[in-house]
C-alpha cells in the first residue's frame, strides 16, 4: 500500500460545513423572508497524516479558526465528518467524546484571554488531569512541574504559584501549550500561536512546539495568516478563502510552484531579508466579501487581476495538477506568466 494512503487516515475532513445564522433585531427577524447564514466554512476536504504538521493559511476571516474548532467539536458542524483514526467525532455522544477529548488539544492564539486569572499556573495546567482524574494530588503536582521544566519554565516551582498577569507574553504562551500537551494528546490544533507575542520570542515558541511534536510524535493543525511561519513549520499547506480551500499541497510545491492568484499575493507579502531586493507586490483589489452573501463562481474572481469571463459562472473544484499538488482555479499559474513574476 502506498505511504500516503496509508497514513493519511489519521485525520480526514469531509466536505465540512459550518454556517451561523446570522442574528438580527426582532422586526427585521418578522419581514426576512428568509434566514440568512454566514458560511465559515463551506465544504472542504483534506487530510492530515499522523505525525505532520498540516498548515492552514489565509486572511482574517476566511474560516481557519472555525475550522480548527470544528476539528475538535468545540462547536457542531452544519455538514460534513471529521474521522479520527477512522472514528466521525460527531457521531460520538456527550460522554465517550469527553474521553475522547483526552487525545485532541488546543493552543488559543492569545494566552492572556484563553488563562483564568484567578488560577495559579499551577492549577490551570493540571486542571485537565483532575478534569480526567488522573492521578493522585501529589503525582497531578510532578506532571505540572515536569511540564513546566519542559516548556521551558525553569525552575518549575518559581511558576508554579504564580497568576497569569505576573507572567510575561511568551512565558504565558508556554504555559498555554503546558496546558495542551499535559495530557499526552495524539492531535493538537495551535491557532495563530505566536501571533500575540514579540517577535523576538517567536523563533523560541516555534522551536519548542517542532522539539514537542517530535518527542511526543504529535500531530498538529498550525493556523496562521503567515506563510513565512508556515513555512519553517509545516510539511504540507492549505491556502484557505472565504470558507474554501483554494490550493493545497507540499510546502516545496506551495512556494516553489504556486498556482492561485490568491497564493502568489499572499506569497509577495512576505518579506524578504535583503535590502537590495525589492520583489513585485501582489495586491488584491478591494476587500474579502462577506461570507454571507459569497460571490459567484470562484470566490476569489472580485478582486482577482486575471479573472474571465467563465470565473464567476461556475466553481471551480479543488483539482490535482501535480503530485501531491491541488489548485481550483481556471487558470492556474498564469498570473506567474502574466505579471512576469
Given at each position: 500500500m502506498d505511504r500516503k494512503v496509508a497514513m493519511a487516515s489519521f485525520i480526514e475532513v469531509k466536505n465540512l460545513k459550518k454556517y451561523f445564522p446570522v442574528q438580527k433585531g426582532f422586526l427585521e427577524t418578522i419581514l426576512a423572508r428568509k434566514i440568512e447564514y454566514v458560511r465559515a466554512v463551506d465544504g472542504i476536504n483534506f487530510d492530515?497524516?499522523?505525525?505532520?504538521?498540516?498548515g492552514l493559511v489565509g486572511e482574517s476571516g476566511s474560516g481557519k479558526t472555525t475550522t480548527g474548532r470544528l476539528l475538535l467539536r468545540l462547536v457542531e458542524p452544519t455538514e460534513g465528518e471529521v474521522l479520527f483514526n477512522k472514528v466521525n467525532i460527531f457521531t460520538l455522544n456527550k460522554e465517550e467524546m469527553r474521553t475522547f477529548r483526552r487525545r485532541m488539544q488546543i493552543i488559543f492564539q492569545d494566552p492572556s484571554?484563553?488563562?483564568?486569572?484567578?488560577?495559579?499556573?499551577?492549577?490551570?495546567?493540571?486542571?485537565?488531569?483532575e478534569i480526567h482524574n488522573i492521578g493522585s494530588v501529589e503525582e497531578r503536582k510532578k506532571a505540572v512541574l515536569n511540564?513546566?521544566?519542559?516548556?521551558?519554565?525553569?525552575?518549575?516551582?518559581?511558576?508554579?504559584?504564580?497568576y497569569p498577569h505576573q507572567l510575561s507574553g511568551g512565558q504565558r504562551q508556554r504555559v498555554v501549550i503546558g496546558r495542551a500537551i499535559i495530557l499526552r494528546p495524539e492531535f493538537v490544533v495551535a491557532d495563530e500561536p505566536v501571533a500575540m507575542i514579540d517577535v523576538s520570542l517567536r523563533a523560541q515558541i516555534m522551536d519548542l512546539m517542532m522539539e514537542l511534536k517530535r518527542e511526543f510524535n504529535l500531530t498538529f493543525l498550525y493556523i496562521t495568516h503567515d506563510?513565512?511561519?508556515a513555512k519553517y513549520m509545516c510539511n504540507e499547506?492549505?491556502?484557505?478563502?472565504?470558507?474554501k480551500i483554494v490550493e493545497m499541497g507540499s510546502k516545496n510545491e506551495i512556494f516553489n510552484n504556486p498556482m492561485h492568484p490568491y497564493t502568489t499575493a499572499l506569497l509577495s507579502a512576505v518579506p524578504v531579508p535583503n535590502p537590495k531586493l525589492k520583489p513585485q507586490r501582489i495586491i488584491p483589489k478591494g476587500e474579502i466579501p462577506s461570507p454571507i452573501n459569497p460571490p459567484s463562481g470562484c470566490r476569489f474572481h472580485p478582486r482577482c487581476p486575471i479573472a474571465t469571463g467563465e470565473c464567476p459562472r461556475k466553481e471551480p473544484e479543488l483539482t490535482p495538477i501535480r503530485h501531491n499538488h491541488q489548485v481550483a482555479c481556471y487558470h492556474p499559474g498564469e498570473i506567474i506568466k502574466r505579471l512576469n513574476l
Open positions: 492530515i497524516e499522523r505525525g505532520a504538521m498540516f484571554a484563553s488563562l483564568n486569572p484567578r488560577m495559579r499556573i499551577g492549577h490551570v495546567i493540571g486542571h485537565a488531569l511540564v513546566l521544566e519542559r516548556v521551558g519554565l525553569s525552575p518549575p516551582q518559581a511558576f508554579y504559584e504564580k506563510l513565512a511561519t499547506i492549505a491556502i484557505m478563502y472565504l470558507g
